[in-house]
């Protein structure tokens, strides 16, 4: 284990030049980096500095716990949405988009229609979306898996085949905004695994969007449908006259589509059950409080009240100045609703003794994204365990994974890092194992194997197998 020193109440020539009113920091870049003044803002902070000193305390359980309760209401609308349109098909599918999405005109995208929307995107955006797609595609080149096999002492052949899933639908969110990122996090793995055909769904009453229209060209998908909610997992689980079925739904989505994709699991594979959003930064006094509050703020923008933004740290000081940096950016945000509601219910800044409760509590939280802005992330990072993204320095700030660098942005959340991770190609195959034996295996392993289905009471597995001796 890499040891760790504790740098609480640590005070660098940068931290002595600041006071509680009007102070000057320097950005972690040098010595020659020009200094900001930050002012203490007018309202209290919004971040509340909580001390721990045990993984017991009350306030981590509760955001350890934390989770949206959907209604019943919505769930039996959700379960009649299901049943609709597997016993109706296509018909009901076509109602639940006009009904709910706002659909208007044809659910299916034409590729006129695509080509003519990705014409009119931003030249800027065509540019990051092409070197997004290619730093994917090359990280998740990397996660491909191939067929293997190999011969026993007594002549038999033992393996398992790989093959890539042969239809997936991808989930695009619609309606509180146009997420190309998601499209391209989903689909680009799918491609590297092999997967043949990629049906598309996302809310579009209005018309796909420029953005999603180009990724879809870029990525040479041209399957799409304007449709969301439980009605378009719906249509992928179940299939429709004009639509097939797929194998496996990947993709977050609001409420009504997660627990659409919750109920139909077992009709067909899923990825995981996308929880709100969240971000942890282990931070000392070393980090930017600037910095560091806008990438809390990065997750808390997303508007469901329920994402959590948690900064755990061994220094007071550096709690004070985050905290107050978040107030600031919080109070100047045209988002500033929606950052009070999160923060207020799941932001936290919780201070701690040392980097070991420190380290123990981030392993307890298991947060979806896990910044490290420290003087020695390496060290810290060793000792995390349960994380599904891990950024390392002041630089990997957390929109860096979420857009370009390459990892997945599908991550596990509500503390589901404990035992899933990020979505990647692996996700994409299915795997069949691979059993033949000689004459020479039988003969001589066959008298175990009848031993043992004796041993469970099953006389035909037995005498299976006694009948080839």
Same mark, same amino acid.
């Given at each position: 284990? #890499?040891?760790?020193?504790?740098?609480?109440?640590?005070?660098?020539?940068?931290?002595?030049?600041?006071?509680?009113?009007?102070?000057?920091?320097? @950005?972690?870049?040098?010595?020659?980096?020009?200094?900001?003044?930050?002012? %203490?803002?007018? %309202?209290?902070?919004?971040?509340?500095? #909580?001390?721990?000193?045990?993984?017991?305390?009350?306030?981590?359980?509760?955001?350890?716990?934390?989770?949206?309760?959907?209604?019943?209401?919505? +769930?039996?609308?959700?379960?009649?949405?299901?049943?609709?349109? =597997?016993?109706?098909?296509?018909?009901?599918?076509?109602?639940?988009?006009?009904?709910?999405?706002?659909?208007?005109?044809?659910?299916?995208?034409?590729?006129?229609?695509?080509?003519?929307?990705?014409?009119?995107?931003?030249?800027? #955006?065509?540019?990051?979306?092409?070197?997004?797609?290619?730093?994917?595609?090359?990280?998740?080149?990397? /996660?491909?898996?191939?067929?293997?096999?190999?011969?026993?002492?007594?002549?038999?052949? *033992?393996? /398992?085949?790989? !093959?890539?899933?042969?239809?997936?639908?991808?989930?695009?969110?619609?309606?509180?905004?146009?997420?190309?990122?998601?499209?391209?996090?989903?689909?680009?793995?799918?491609?590297?695994?092999? #997967?043949?055909?990629?049906?598309?769904? +996302?809310?579009?009453?209005?018309?796909?969007?420029?953005?999603?229209?180009?990724?879809?060209?870029?990525?040479?998908?041209?399957?799409?449908?304007?449709?969301?909610?439980?009605?378009?997992?719906?249509?992928?689980?179940?299939?429709?006259?004009?639509? $097939?079925?797929?194998?496996?739904?990947?993709?977050?989505?609001?409420?009504?589509?997660?627990?659409?994709?919750?109920?139909?699991?077992? %009709?067909?594979?899923?990825?995981?059950?996308?929880?709100?959003?969240?971000? *942890?930064?282990?931070?000392?006094?070393?980090?930017?409080?600037?910095?560091?509050?806008?990438?809390?703020?990065?997750?808390?923008?997303?508007?469901?009240?329920?994402?959590?933004?948690?900064?755990?740290? +061994?220094?007071?000081?550096?709690? @004070?100045?985050?905290?107050?940096?978040?107030?600031?950016?919080?109070?100047?945000?045209? =988002?500033?609703?929606? *950052?009070? =509601?999160?923060? @207020?219910?799941?932001? !936290?800044?919780?201070?701690?003794?040392?980097?070991?409760?420190?380290?123990?509590?981030?392993?307890?939280?298991?947060? $979806?994204?896990?910044?490290?802005? %420290?003087?020695?992330?390496?060290?810290?990072?060793?000792?995390?365990?349960?994380?599904?993204?891990?950024?390392?320095?002041?630089?990997?700030? $957390?929109?860096?994974?979420?857009?370009?660098?390459?990892?997945?942005?599908?991550?596990?959340?509500?503390?589901?890092?404990?035992?899933?991770?990020?979505?990647?190609?692996?996700?994409?195959?299915?795997?069949?194992?691979?059993?033949?034996?000689?004459?020479?295996?039988?003969?001589?392993?066959?008298?175990?194997?009848?031993?043992?289905?004796? $041993?469970?009471?099953?006389?035909?597995?037995? /005498?299976?197998?006694? =009948?080839?001796?």
């Amino acid at each position: 284990m #890499v040891p760790v020193r504790s740098d609480a109440f640590d005070e660098s020539d940068a931290l002595r030049r600041n006071s509680l009113h009007d102070r000057a920091y320097s @950005r972690p870049r040098g010595k020659n980096a020009p200094l900001k003044t930050m002012k %203490t803002p007018a %309202t209290a902070p919004i971040l509340r500095i #909580v001390p721990v000193k045990s993984l017991k305390h009350p306030d981590v359980r509760a955001i350890t716990s934390r989770e949206p309760s959907p209604s019943p209401e919505i +769930t039996e609308t959700v379960k009649a949405i299901l049943a609709d349109i =597997k016993s109706k098909g296509h018909a009901a599918a076509l109602a639940y988009a006009r009904k709910h999405d706002g659909l208007k005109g044809p659910m299916a995208v034409s590729q006129a229609d695509i080509k003519a929307k990705a014409a009119k995107l931003d030249p800027k #955006v065509k540019k990051a979306i092409r070197g997004a797609i290619a730093n994917v595609r090359r990280f998740h080149s990397l /996660q491909q898996e191939k067929s293997w096999s190999f011969k026993g002492r007594d002549g038999e052949t *033992l393996g /398992q085949i790989i !093959r890539p899933l042969r239809r997936v639908g991808v989930y695009v969110p619609g309606g509180a905004g146009t997420y190309p990122s998601t499209l391209i996090m989903n689909a680009v793995p799918a491609q590297v695994a092999g #997967v043949r055909e990629i049906a598309v769904v +996302t809310p579009a009453p209005g018309g796909i969007h420029p953005s999603i229209a180009f990724a879809l060209q870029e990525l040479g998908i041209k399957e799409a449908y304007r449709i969301g909610g439980a009605q378009a997992v719906a249509m992928l689980a179940y299939g429709t006259a004009k639509v $097939e079925r797929v194998d496996k739904i990947v993709g977050p989505g609001n409420v009504f589509a997660t627990l659409a994709k919750k109920e139909v699991f077992g %009709t067909v594979d899923i990825d995981m059950i996308a929880g709100p959003s969240e971000i *942890l930064v282990l931070a000392d006094d070393s980090a930017d409080p600037d910095w560091v509050a806008a990438d809390l703020l990065s997750q808390a923008e997303h508007g469901s009240g329920y994402e959590a933004a948690i900064c755990i740290t +061994t220094s007071a000081k550096a709690a @004070r100045w985050i905290a107050d940096c978040v107030a600031q950016q919080v109070e100047a945000s045209p =988002k500033r609703a929606i *950052l009070e =509601k999160s923060l @207020r219910n799941f932001g !936290r800044i919780y201070l701690v003794p040392d980097w070991n409760l420190g380290c123990a509590l981030a392993d307890a939280i298991a947060p $979806e994204h896990l910044e490290i802005i %420290t003087r020695n992330p390496d060290a810290l990072s060793a000792r995390i365990r349960n994380a599904g993204a891990i950024f390392l320095g002041p630089y990997s700030s $957390e929109p860096v994974g979420d857009y370009f660098a390459g990892p997945n942005h599908v991550l596990p959340t509500n503390g589901s890092a404990r035992f899933f991770s990020p979505l990647g190609t692996y996700d994409f195959y299915k795997r069949t194992s691979l059993i033949r034996y000689s004459p020479q295996a039988m003969k001589k392993h066959g008298p175990l194997i009848a031993a043992l289905a004796d $041993e469970e009471g099953f006389i035909h597995h037995a /005498q299976a197998v006694r =009948k080839r001796l």
